[in-house]
């Protein structure tokens, strides 16, 4: 039996069980699930990275901010190193909206290594989103400002993915932002 393979569909069927009733805020309100397993996707396709626990790690990272998941289940669940690496990438929603996107910026660069990857894979899902539709209610200048918002937060995450950090800096010089 090929262990790695049960263990992530275990974790992509968990993920799914906690964003079952949650929807993009895309126009057509695609299915959650699609995020994570696509941060997932481009971690392993386009990053060349195979450790298990961070591909663990990209499918369960929103389960604690936007369900009613808590890092104990996680940790009983998948261990203490994808519990740890969830955490890293988990927003405080106890702090305003402001103080969040504060912190993801001044916090970037004390991440692990394997935080910082699926830091940087969940940024690229979203700006290709961002490049594909606008999400409901959203203008313009607010899709600028996430573009604006997350370099920042990139530029805390330099040296630790060659493939993925080309492909956001092509992402940002698109949208004459500099890294
Ligand atoms: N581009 C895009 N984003 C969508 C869509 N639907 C949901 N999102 C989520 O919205 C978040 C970005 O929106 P914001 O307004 O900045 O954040 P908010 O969720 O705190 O309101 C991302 O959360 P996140 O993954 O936790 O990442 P981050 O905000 O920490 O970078 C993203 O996954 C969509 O259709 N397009
Ligand atoms: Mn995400």
Redesign the pocket.
Known sequence: MNSDAVLLLETVNFAAEKHRNQR???PEATPYIN?PIGVARIISHEGGVADIEVLQAALLH?TV?DTDTSFAELESKFGPIVARIVQEVT?DKSLS?QDRKRQ?VEHAAHCSRQAKVVKLA??LY?LR??NRCT?SGWTAERVQE?FVW?SEVVKGLRGTNYALEERLEELFRQRGVQL
């Open positions: 993009r805020k895309d995020h929103d901010e927003d909206k993801q969940d940024k979203n989103d961002l999400p996430y997350a």
